[in-house]
């Protein structure tokens, strides 16, 4: 699975939209790019994946370039709840494992 | 629906003895993940089963770690002779049998291991 590379921590007003972003460089034609997050000593929480279109749900949206180097995840209203480490992670579709780098922390100030 | 479950939530064994993890997957997830997490670090893949297979076990140390699904009940993450090294945060995700890009996992809530 191809690397990724993420600041190792932001800070975002509460309120304004958090842009979070991922380089991966190496990324295959089959490999999806994945977003998880972790809050403090919880579970990780799945948030969103995509191929090669820009995908939006209820938590987040996702835009990826058109060369698929490089993505955001974009919490369009930022509160104080998704502060977290957030995890982006390339995975090629075939199910299995999930390589965990080390994230972005992200701080929600009021 | 209920999510992943995983109990004990907090267990507390002394070295030397043998800590049993459970976990029941989500209602219709047929493949599990088992991730530990150490003190100030990261998440780190450990096994990966399907119902009565192990399909990645990459990540599982060598020696008193053990990982099953059996085909009725819950996934069982075995740890034997435990030593102060095993304390961390194990968590265990599920996912779906699906089509193409929906392999998305669910974490449970994590079990804390602390070893005296």
């Known amino acids: 699975d191809a690397k990724t590379t993420q600041p190792t921590s932001m800070d975002c007003a509460e309120g304004r939209a958090a842009n979070l972003p991922c380089n991966h460089s190496?990324?295959?034609?089959?490999?999806?790019v994945y977003w998880y997050r972790q809050i403090h000593s919880q579970g990780p929480q799945y948030i969103i994946h995509g191929l090669k279109n820009n995908e939006t749900n209820e938590m987040a949206s996702l835009i990826i370039t058109e060369d698929r180097k490089s993505s955001t995840l974009i919490l369009p209203h930022a509160t104080l709840r998704d502060t977290a480490v957030y995890y982006c992670?390339?995975?090629?579709?075939?199910?299995?494992?999930?390589?965990f780098g080390q994230g972005t922390e992200l701080s929600v100030k009021p | 629906n209920a999510g992943v479950m995983q109990n004990p939530r907090h267990l507390v064994r002394r070295r030397g003895q043998e800590a049993r993890l459970r976990c029941s997957p989500m209602k219709g997830h047929s493949h599990v993940y088992w991730y530990r997490q150490l003190p100030e670090e990261g998440l780190k893949f450990m096994v990966y089963?399907?119902?009565?297979?192990?399909?990645?076990e990459s990540g599982m140390p060598k020696e008193r770690f053990s990982a099953e699904f059996p085909k009725e009940g819950p996934s069982i993450l075995r740890i034997q002779q435990v030593v102060r090294g095993d304390s961390a945060a194990y968590f265990c995700a599920s996912s779906p049998l699906g089509l193409a890009g929906t392999y998305e996992q669910y974490f449970g809530p994590g079990t804390r291991l602390t070893v005296t």
């Open positions: 089963l399907q119902k009565e297979n192990i399909i990645d």
């Open positions: 992670i390339v995975r090629a579709d075939q199910g299995g494992k999930l390589i």
């Open positions: 190496t990324i295959s034609g089959n490999e999806y």
